[in-house]
């Protein structure tokens, strides 16, 4: 797991994706601009909350999340986004 040093606002969680699948099972490889949005990844900073909402998840947590939740952002040349925990629909 990634350390990054960003200290996300509120409610807002810092997700590393999980890497977008490579081959088909039959082993067809799936070219760059084919290859599915991941919608699973794991946390690697959190906010401190609301007032009267904490957090539920913590850093380390594996998470899903929608297609088109959170913005991307680059640090230190790898890839995260941030999303409100509203926006993620499971720890998994």
């Known amino acids: 797991m990634s350390q990054v040093n960003i200290k996300p606002l509120a409610d807002r969680v810092l997700v590393e994706p999980a890497a977008a699948e490579e081959k088909t099972a039959s082993g067809i490889?799936?070219?760059?601009?084919?290859k599915e949005k991941p919608q699973k990844g794991s946390i690697v900073a959190i906010g401190t909350g609301k007032k009267d909402e904490p957090l539920t998840v913590k850093v380390g947590d594996q998470v899903l999340y929608g297609k088109?939740?959170?913005?991307?952002?680059?640090?230190d040349g790898k890839d995260y986004l941030m999303m409100r925990e509203s926006d993620i629909f499971a720890i998994v």
């Open 68 to 75: 088109y939740a959170g913005t991307e952002i680059t640090v």
């Open 29 to 34: 490889i799936i070219p760059d601009t084919a």
